[in-house]
Every structure is written in structure tokens, then in C-alpha cells.
């Protein structure tokens, strides 16, 4: 039997970056993997081949669309090959995957395929093409989450399905019902309707991204509305019906009023549920709450002390970048070191286009809490660089504290603005304020002069270009 000073369980972007750390660390790790191939949902079936195909649909659209505005004509019909795209995604895919694996190699950490579950607090069994056992002094569990769904509904994977299967459809849809207003739905909504499927999306909120500021929401609405989108917003869905090849949705709205809607697929994206399943944390000992997520304290131990949990598989955001950093927080931990992470300051995007980003308090919290603050708007369409790419749809809006003018959160909608929010974050790390932003400079032009001009107007409505 092998012993190591540390096993994770998961190899995603939570276990995987934990088992390097550790191994930087100077510990013997071994990680564990159910599937053949590493990187988790992340690399496999999420964050990666979601962002390839929204990239190329994007492409696609942009052909079709807007080339001409640039004085590009392409002679001929632009013509999709959907087929192509779909191993194009697989093959970021394969490339992503394989890199883990060179990872784990320059690390030397020990990979084990198969399905890991706990004997006791320090013994793990797996199976796989062969049985085996591993004992560890410490464990960490990253098994992150699988799709989440609703009681009376039937995920057959074929017509009413998740984003695993929408990420590998072999055709494109022609009405696409997707269920759910939140960040996967709508990205694998845009990506659909930009290929020619008809979309609608039905939200039991009174507004898509309700966790974020409804600025944003009500942006992000009007901009997919005028993209072909379809939005039912405050409606509760009763049934999913399938009948051969078309699906029913029954839903009600506010009044009571009931509507359905018929698509040839339906995509179920009503959030995740964090995986435990085949674990047996009960034979280690490890309390799982009634939400199926593991029980951790704030260094992210359980109650089992060699046994720590990160990632989806806990509380808060189910975010790659949050199980990143959280798998950096045990590792150091179990060296002996003592990290933080500011769980404020973990920023939000969506992969839309326009691209939304979030980090710190929306205004809605704010007002909820009862914290006097300054609000500070510029629009897109006021910047040179805006109007050069022709994305002018957006905002980027900073919160600071009234007394001390401390940046207590920042919200843009716009292009790039995935990349603009560590801006945000950078700043509200070292505690600034909007003043500080508002000093800075900023190239010219870029869509960063957003963000000092939203300073600018936070601080004394002095914003230069509006």
C-alpha cells in the first residue's frame, strides 16, 4: 500500500492546484480521478469548451454580420459548419486536459483513475480497472458539483438536457427553451442563438443574474433582447413534456397566468449541486449539511481535522478561480503557513458578449445593509476605443463609501471587461479609493478609461467624456 502525506480527491481546478502546491510544498501527494481524463467539469465539460464554443460562435456571428461594417466582403453565403466547431472545442479540450497531466508529471504527483471513497479517516480505496488502497495523513475533497435539476423533470440527455450534453449537440437546435436566467443558461443560450437557433429563457426570478447588480441585469436584458432572445422573467416552471422530437414547457407567470412553450430541446440550467456521491464521508466521519455539501470551518477543515474540503463541494460561489485559490489556502495550511483569501473579493463574470463582470457589494446589498454610499456610471459608448471595435453596448459603475470613499464594489458590462475586473480587484484588495482609481492613468484608448472615468464621476460626479 502507498502512503502519502497528502491525497486529493478531484483533479479540477480546485484538486489539481492543491496537489501542485502541495508537492511545491515539499509533501508526497497523490490525486484521484474518476474520469480518464483530468481538469475536472472545468476543463472537460465547462468553463473551457463553453468559452471555445462561445469564441467561435462569436466569430461565426461577426462573419455574418458585422464584417461588412469593416469593409470585409466575403464572396458568397457564409456557411457553418457545426461539425467542425464541435471538434474544434474538443480539441482545446484534449490540449487543456493534456497539460494537467504534464503538470502532475513535472510535480511528480501520483495519479490514480478511478473512484475514490474513504475507508476511514485515512485510508482511501479505488476503484478502477483494478482495486487499490492508498493510505494519507491528510486528505483534501474537491469533487466539485455535477448540474442541478428539478424534481419533476427528466434530464434524458438527449432532448431535455444539461450543459454537458449542449456542449456537444450534433445539431444546431431550432428553438432552444432554456430554463434558468443565470450564467450558464444565458452563455449557452447567446452561443446557440448566434448559430440560428431560436432561444427563449425562463427564469422564476424577477430578473436574469439575480445575484448581481440589477444594473447589469436590466443591461445585459436589453442587449439579448436586441440579439433575438426571448426572456420570461417572474415565471415558474410546472412541467417539461417531451414528445418525440419536441419538447413542452409549462410555465405560470406572477398572475397565474400559465404559458408553454414548444423548442426541440430544452436546456435545464437551474444551478449545481455539490458531488459527494461514492465518497462515503460517513465511514471518515465527515458531516455533510442538508444541501449535500461538505461541512468546513473557515481554514477549511472539516470535522474530521486530517480531512479538508474545497471548491463546489463546500459553501459559497461555485466558482474555478474561488476552488483555485481555496486549494492554495490547504495546501499552505497543511505546511504550516497561514494564508488568507477575502471570499469580498472573488469576482463574478459572465461570458456573454457583452462580457459582465462583478466584484465586492452590489448596489442592492448596499441599500439591504444600510451603508451610505456614492455611485459612479460611464457608459461604453462615451469611449474612442468603444466606438473603433464597434462595442458600445455597457457601463462599468464603482460603489464607494460616502465617509472615507473606499471602493466597496465595482460592476461592468462591456467588452474585455473579464479581463477589466482584476482592475477592480487589484484596487479593493489594497483597500483604495475611488479617488485613488481616478488618479491613476489610464491608456488611451482602451476600454480600461471606463473604469477612471466611473471613479471620476464617483468621486464629485467629475467624470471628463460624458
Request: net charge neutral.
Amino acid at each position: 500500500m502507498n502512503s502519502y502525506d497528502v491525497a486529493v480527491i478531484g483533479s479540477g481546478p480546485g484538486g489539481y492546484v492543491a496537489a501542485i502546491r502541495c508537492a511545491q510544498l515539499g509533501m508526497k501527494t497523490a490525486i484521484i480521478e474518476k474520469y480518464n481524463t483530468l481538469g475536472g467539469t472545468c476543463l472537460n465539460v465547462g468553463c473551457i469548451p463553453s468559452k471555445a464554443l462561445l469564441d467561435s460562435s462569436h466569430h461565426y456571428e461577426d462573419a455574418l454580420k458585422h464584417f461588412a461594417d469593416h469593409g470585409i466582403e466575403i464572396p458568397g453565403d457564409v456557411k457553418l459548419n457545426f461539425k467542425k466547431m464541435i471538434e474544434r472545442k474538443q480539441g482545446v479540450v484534449d490540449q487543456t486536459t493534456k497539460g494537467i497531466e504534464f503538470l502532475m508529471d513535472k510535480n511528480k504527483i501520483d495519479v490514480y483513475h478511478g473512484v475514490g471513497s474513504f475507508k476511514d479517516a485515512t485510508h482511501i480505496q479505488i476503484k478502477g480497472e483494478k482495486t487499490s488502497e492508498i493510505e494519507a495523513k491528510n486528505s483534501i475533497i474537491a469533487t466539485g458539483s455535477k448540474p442541478a435539476t428539478l424534481p419533476f423533470i427528466k434530464l434524458d440527455k438527449e432532448r431535455v438536457i444539461t450543459s454537458t450534453e449542449a456542449l456537444s449537440l450534433t445539431e444546431v437546435p431550432k428553438h432552444m427553451v432554456v430554463i434558468g436566467g443565470g450564467v450558464i443558461g444565458l452563455e449557452l443560450g447567446q452561443v446557440y442563438r448566434r448559430l440560428g437557433a431560436e432561444v427563449s429563457v425562463v427564469e422564476f426570478m424577477d430578473r436574469i443574474l439575480p445575484t448581481m447588480d440589477s444594473a447589469q441585469s436590466k443591461e445585459l436584458t436589453k442587449v439579448m433582447k436586441k440579439q433575438g432572445v426571448k426572456f420570461y422573467v417572474s415565471h415558474k416552471v410546472s412541467a417539461v413534456e417531451r414528445k418525440k422530437n419536441e419538447v413542452i414547457i409549462t410555465a405560470t407567470d406572477k398572475k397565474g397566468a400559465e404559458v408553454k412553450l414548444k423548442g426541440d430541446y430544452c436546456l435545464v440550467s437551474v444551478g449545481r449541486r455539490a458531488y459527494t456521491d461514492s465518497l462515503n464521508v460517513g465511514k471518515a466521519g465527515v458531516k455533510v449539511n442538508e444541501r449535500g455539501q461538505v461541512e468546513v470551518n473557515d481554514k477549511l477543515q472539516t470535522n474530521v481535522k486530517n480531512i479538508y474540503a474545497i471548491g463546489d463541494v463546500v459553501r459559497g460561489a461555485m466558482l474555478a478561480h474561488k476552488a483555485s485559490e481555496e486549494g492554495v489556502i490547504v495546501a499552505e495550511i497543511l505546511a504550516g503557513q497561514k494564508p488568507h483569501l477575502d471570499y469580498n473579493l472573488i469576482p463574478g463574470v459572465v461570458y456573454t458578449w457583452p462580457e459582465v463582470a462583478s466584484v465586492g457589494k452590489t448596489e442592492e446589498e448596499l441599500k439591504e445593509a444600510g451603508v451610505k454610499y456614492k455611485s459612479g456610471q460611464f457608459p461604453m459608448r462615451a469611449l474612442g476605443r468603444s466606438r473603433a471595435s464597434g462595442d458600445t453596448d455597457g457601463f462599468v459603475k464603482i460603489l464607494s463609501d460616502e465617509t472615507t470613499d473606499e471602493v466597496l464594489g465595482v460592476h461592468m458590462v462591456g467588452a474585455r471587461v473579464a479581463d477589466l475586473i482584476t482592475e477592480a480587484v487589484t484596487a479593493m484588495e489594497f483597500r483604495a479609493s475611488a479617488e485613488d482609481i481616478a488618479r491613476m492613468s489610464h491608456a488611451h484608448p482602451t476600454y480600461g478609461e471606463a473604469v477612471k472615468e466611473a471613479a471620476l464621476a464617483a468621486t464629485d460626479d467629475r467624470a471628463l467624456h460624458i
